[in-house]
T-cell receptor, first 111, second 118 residues
Framework: SQKIEQNSEALNIQEGKTATLTCNYT??????LQWYRQDPGRGPVFLLL?????KEKRKERLKVTFDTTLKQSLFHITASQPADSATYLC??????????FGDGTTLTVKP | DTGVSQDPRHKITKRGQNVTFRCDPI?????LYWYRQTLGQGPEFLTY????????KSRLLSDRFSAERPKGSFSTLEIQRTEQGDSAMYLC????????????????FGEGSRLTVL
C-alpha cells in the first residue's frame, strides 16, 4: 500500500544549527513533492516544490533534495531560529490532481 | 485580503445535527480542495473540484458528506447527522491548475473550520 513517512519523533535542535527533516515514501511515483509549514491552529503554508527531475532546490535558508531512487526527500533549514519552530509537512503529487500529505514532523528550535 | 477564506472558523454542534462549511478560494484559482485534519495527523484528502466539476472524492467520504461548487467559485461542505468521529479541522485549499493538465503545484490553504461534535 502507498505510504508516506516523516520523522517519527519530534526534532529538537539548538538555535543556529541545521535542522534536517526526512520524508520517505513507498509505492508512489510522484511527479513532484512539496514541503509545507503548519503552525498550531493554522492552515499549512507552502514552502518549496521540487520536481522528479530535480535533485535539489533552495530558497533562502531552506534546501530540499529529492532522490527518486531512494524514494526520499530531505528538507534542511540552515542557521535555524526559534521562529522556525513549527510542524513541517511533506506532500506528494502524482499528476492525478490531489496532494497526499505525511503526518508531519514537529521541529522545536531552542534559543 | 485575497487569500482563501473559510467560514465559520469554529463550530460546536450536537451529535445528529447537520453542519455546513463555506470556502472562498483565491479568485483566479480554478481548483479547490477539501481536506480533514485531526490532531497529530497530516491533512487527509476528501475531495476536489476543477471549476464546478467534482473530479475526485475520497472513499473515506461517507454518504453523510457532500460538497458542492455550483458556479466554480465558492464551495460548501455539508456533513449530515454528525458523529463524534467527525470532530476535526476541515481545511480548504485552492490552486491554479490547467484543465486536463498535470498537477496543480502549490496549494493555498485557508485557516480551517474546526468542528467539535458533542
Amino acid at each position: 500500500s502507498q505510504k508516506i513517512e516523516q520523522n517519527s519523533e519530534a526534532l529538537n535542535i539548538q538555535e543556529g544549527k541545521t535542522a534536517t527533516l526526512t520524508c520517505n515514501y513507498t509505492n508512489y511515483s510522484p511527479a513532484y513533492l512539496q514541503w509545507y509549514r503548519q503552525d498550531p491552529g493554522r492552515g499549512p503554508v507552502f514552502l518549496l516544490l521540487i520536481r522528479e527531475n530535480e535533485k535539489e532546490k533552495r530558497k533562502e535558508r531552506l534546501k530540499v533534495t529529492f532522490d527518486t531512487t531512494l524514494k526520499q526527500s530531505l528538507f534542511h533549514i540552515t542557521a535555524s531560529q526559534p521562529a522556525d519552530s513549527a510542524t513541517y509537512l511533506c506532500a506528494l503529487n502524482t499528476n492525478a490532481g490531489k496532494s497526499t500529505f505525511g503526518d508531519g514532523t514537529t521541529l522545536t528550535v531552542k534559543p | 485580503d485575497t487569500g482563501v477564506s473559510q467560514d465559520p472558523r469554529h463550530k460546536i454542534t450536537k451529535r445528529g445535527q447537520n453542519v455546513t462549511f463555506r470556502c472562498d478560494p483565491i479568485s483566479e484559482h480554478n481548483r479547490l480542495y477539501w481536506y480533514r485534519q485531526t490532531l497529530g495527523q497530516g491533512p487527509e484528502f476528501l475531495t476536489y473540484f476543477q471549476n464546478e466539476a467534482q473530479l475526485e472524492k475520497s472513499r473515506l467520504l461517507s454518504d453523510r458528506f457532500s460538497a458542492e461548487r455550483p458556479k466554480g467559485s465558492f464551495s460548501t461542505l455539508e456533513i449530515q447527522r454528525t458523529e463524534q468521529g467527525d470532530s476535526a479541522m476541515y481545511l480548504c485549499a485552492s490552486s491554479s491548475g490547467r484543465q486536463g493538465g498535470d498537477g496543480t503545484g502549490e496549494l493555498f490553504f485557508g485557516e480551517g473550520s474546526r468542528l467539535t461534535v458533542l
